[in-house]
Nanobody, 115 residues
Framework: QVQLVESGGGLVQAGGSLRLSCTAS????????MGWYRQAPGKQRELVASITTGGSTNYADFVKGRFTISRDNAKNTVYLQMSSLKPEDTAVYYC?????????WGQGTQVTVSS
């Protein structure tokens, strides 16, 4: 079992920045892959970025060059630094942990980007 708690969402103007945090209930070095997904109203949940235990990262094309995912094993926390935000980035952002072939999700944090 893995519990995930996100924080850091909010309202920001276009071009601004936010940093999301996701703290896990267990040591994240033992979790194969952690990532961030997002879901906008009326749309399917989509991958934003992921990071493996080895530090390999993967980004969706629509965030490359703007978002950075990182992890702090000592704090059991994964971060998503978001810059140059656009109104189309508005969504609920969910933290994900893939652990022993199961997906675990946080409760989500709202990010709203105004134009």
């Amino acid at each position: 079992q893995v519990q995930l708690v996100e924080s850091g969402g909010g309202l920001v103007q276009a071009g601004g920045s936010l940093r999301l945090s996701c703290t896990a209930s267990r040591r994240i070095f033992s979790i194969n892959t952690m990532g961030w997904y997002r879901q906008a109203p009326g749309k399917q949940r989509e991958l934003v970025a992921s990071i493996t235990t080895g530090g390999s990262t993967n980004y969706a094309d629509f965030v490359k060059g703007r978002f950075t995912i990182s992890r702090d094993n000592a704090k059991n926390t994964v971060y998503l630094q978001m810059s140059s935000l656009k109104p189309e980035d508005t969504a609920v952002y969910y933290c994900n942990a893939y652990y022993y072939s199961k997906n675990y999700w946080g409760q989500g944090t709202q990010v709203t980007v105004s134009s």
